[in-house]
């Protein structure tokens, strides 16, 4: 079946603009997660969206940062005033319920956003 | 603060040898340890996971792990290596309470020499 899908896979912007990335999770799966991977790290989280609530949007790094899932599967993660250090490859995955049963997360080819 | 320390950057290593990939957590509570794989413009892959039971874990493409929890480790063991096995390596840790938020390290890149 499909795998999580996101897009675009490549965003160029300049300083200042506002940006939208979007996650289509697995079916069925109700837990998605947003990361991003700076150059030479790891993945860092930034929210977790159980259903159509975040969970835990303890990663976001500031107020320019907002992640949506109206429907309880698609979902957006929006950035205002984008700055050069926003910079990144943003992940998305997904699992089927968020709960012990697997703690399998899979993961999207990200989106490689470029700020000018 | 919880965190996921990997040693060794980059890790070159020839055809047909073994290899370990170094993964160290800090943590006083329950954790659910990971490693995930990321082949060159590809998505991360999950290689092999540890929730709970026997310590040694076994993945996919002949990789295994070892969990010790005395030296808060985790790592990553094959005994012969391929070319295809070039890629960027990922330890990760789910804390327990922290419901499925992932914190990982920041890679170890695993260059197999022909």
């Known amino acids: 079946g499909a795998g999580v899908s996101q897009t675009p896979s490549n965003k160029v912007t300049e300083k200042g603009k506002y940006v939208e990335l979007r996650c289509d999770p697995i079916s069925g799966h109700t837990a998605l997660y947003w990361y991003r991977q700076s150059l030479g790290q790891g993945p860092e989280f930034l929210i977790y969206f159980q259903g159509t609530g975040a969970a835990d949007d303890s990663g976001l790094p500031n107020d320019r940062f907002f992640a949506v899932r109206p429907e309880g599967s698609v979902s957006t993660l929006k950035i205002q005033r984008t700055e050069r250090g926003d910079s990144a490859v943003y992940l998305c995955?997904?699992?089927?319920?968020?709960?012990?049963?697997?703690?399998?997360?899979?993961f999207g080819p990200g989106t490689r956003l470029t700020v000018t | 603060a919880q965190s996921v320390t990997q040693l060794d950057s980059q890790v070159p290593v020839f055809e047909e040898a073994p290899v370990e990939l170094r993964c160290n957590y800090s943590?006083?509570?329950?954790?659910?340890l990971f490693w995930y794989v990321q082949y060159p413009n590809q998505g991360l892959q999950l290689l092999l996971k540890?929730?709970?039971?026997?310590?040694l874990v076994k993945g996919i493409n002949g990789f295994e792990a070892e969990f010790n929890k005395s030296q808060t480790s985790f790592h990553l063991r094959k005994p012969s290596v391929h070319i295809s096995d070039t890629a960027e390596y990922f330890c990760?840790?789910?804390?327990?309470?922290?419901?499925?938020?992932?914190?990982f390290g920041i890679g170890t890149k695993l260059q197999v020499i022909p």
């Open positions: 943590s006083s509570v329950s954790v659910y």
């Open positions: 990760a840790v789910i804390y327990s309470g922290g419901y499925q938020k992932v914190t």
């Open positions: 540890y929730l709970s039971g026997s310590t």
């Open positions: 995955a997904s699992s089927l319920d968020g709960g012990p049963s697997t703690y399998e997360q899979y």
